[in-house]
């Protein structure tokens, strides 16, 4: 599955913006798909989840209650709204498939088979 981010740009402490995630080439329903993201000179790290039906989502800690990911199966694609967002969020946004009946948690990269390019979000203060 081929996968692309947008959606990012400049947005000042407490601002929102949205990403997308569009995916084409597999059946976009038999994947779950995270939102990662890595700051400058730090790993990559989990964001948060979306289970193959939408059902289920799932989020780190520092972003719970701020983000909201979901999906449009129809239009194989899937959202982060980042909503009060910090200075500490700016970082390459990725977003990744992983088919729903493989093995590993919705947390680590390691389980994800498909990335996207990445889109940056930068927040200034």
């Known amino acids: 599955v081929q996968l692309q981010a947008s959606g990012g740009g400049l947005v000042q402490t407490g601002g929102s913006l949205g990403l997308s995630c569009a995916a084409s080439?597999?059946?976009?329903?038999?994947?779950?798909m995270g939102w990662f993201r890595q700051a400058p000179g730090k790993e990559r790290e989990f964001v948060g989840a979306?289970?193959?039906?939408?059902?289920?989502?799932y989020y780190s800690e520092s972003v719970k209650g701020r983000f909201s990911i979901s999906r449009d199966n129809a239009k194989n694609t899937v959202y982060l709204q980042m909503n009060s967002l910090k200075p500490e969020d700016t970082a390459v946004y990725y977003c990744?498939?992983?088919?729903?009946?493989?093995?590993?948690?919705?947390?680590?990269?390691?389980?994800?088979?498909?990335w996207g390019q990445g889109t940056l979000v930068t927040v200034s203060s």
């Open positions: 990744a498939a992983k088919r729903f009946d493989s093995g590993g948690g919705y947390y680590h990269t390691g389980s994800y088979e498909y």
């Open positions: 080439g597999r059946t976009f329903s038999r994947f779950t």
């Open positions: 979306i289970s193959r039906l939408g059902g289920s989502t």
